[in-house]
């Protein structure tokens, strides 16, 4: 379940390692109990998020044709950035 911190958005992730051992996101699980598949990860990288705070491996992931960054933390916890509200 989707949990709220700040910016931050934890959302359950099910993900794959790869033949050559990378870890591969191919779905998460919204605030509302909401599957999402991802369709494809364009690129994988060690980075901060400035928005939300926190560090670890940035997925650039598109879901149902919009891009999305997609964070695995070092405490093994996923997250996406929120927008903020008005």
Known sequence: ???????????????????EGELLPQYLIWEDGTRYDIDMVKSIERCASRRAGGAGILYNCRINGQYMRLFFEE??????????SS
């Open 1 to 19: 379940m989707a949990i709220r911190n700040g910016f931050k958005v934890y959302v359950d992730v099910g993900a794959v390692f790869s033949d």
């Open 75 to 84: 405490n093994n916890r996923w997250f996406v950035e929120a927008k903020r």
